[in-house]
């Protein structure tokens, strides 16, 4: 019943722009720390960008650092990153995750293993 549904990837030119959107239904999201996670073929799933429950504190993998921007609508149950000046090294299937726990959910820890629930991911194509 709890889901994370990510949305707004796609094919896009070096050095434009692109918004993904995650979704939250059958939970409030308000209660979760949500992380952005990329995985390209052959790479392992790395953290893109990490925001606390609140939204007070945010972490960014240096490679995004700048270029992309993590926000959150806990009234819309919604999670965004905004992602400017896209490299083609920035294509690969980006994944919402959600940190519930009581210990790590008012930080932005951006690791795979503190991550609770996953969604299914959206493709991000940098390509000209």
């Known amino acids: 019943q709890l889901q994370l549904v990510e949305s707004g990837g796609g094919l896009v030119q070096p050095g434009g722009s692109l918004r993904l959107s995650c979704a939250a239904s059958?939970?409030?999201?308000?209660?979760?720390?949500i992380g952005w996670f990329r995985q390209a073929p052959g790479k392992e799933r790395e953290g893109v960008s990490c925001?606390?429950?609140?939204?007070?504190?945010?972490n960014y993998a240096d490679s995004v650092k700048g270029r992309f921007t993590i926000s959150r609508d806990n009234a819309k149950n919604t999670v965004y990153l905004q992602m400017n000046s896209l490299k083609p090294e920035d294509t690969a299937v980006y994944y919402c995750?959600?940190?519930?726990?009581?210990?790590?959910?008012?930080?932005?820890?951006?690791?795979?293993?503190?991550?609770?629930?996953w969604g299914k991911g959206t493709l991000v194509t940098v390509s000209s």
């Open positions: 995750a959600a940190d519930r726990s009581l210990f790590t959910r008012n930080q932005a820890i951006c690791v795979r293993e503190v991550m609770d629930y």
């Open positions: 059958g939970f409030t999201l308000e209660r979760y720390a």
């Open positions: 925001i606390s429950r609140l939204g007070g504190s945010t």
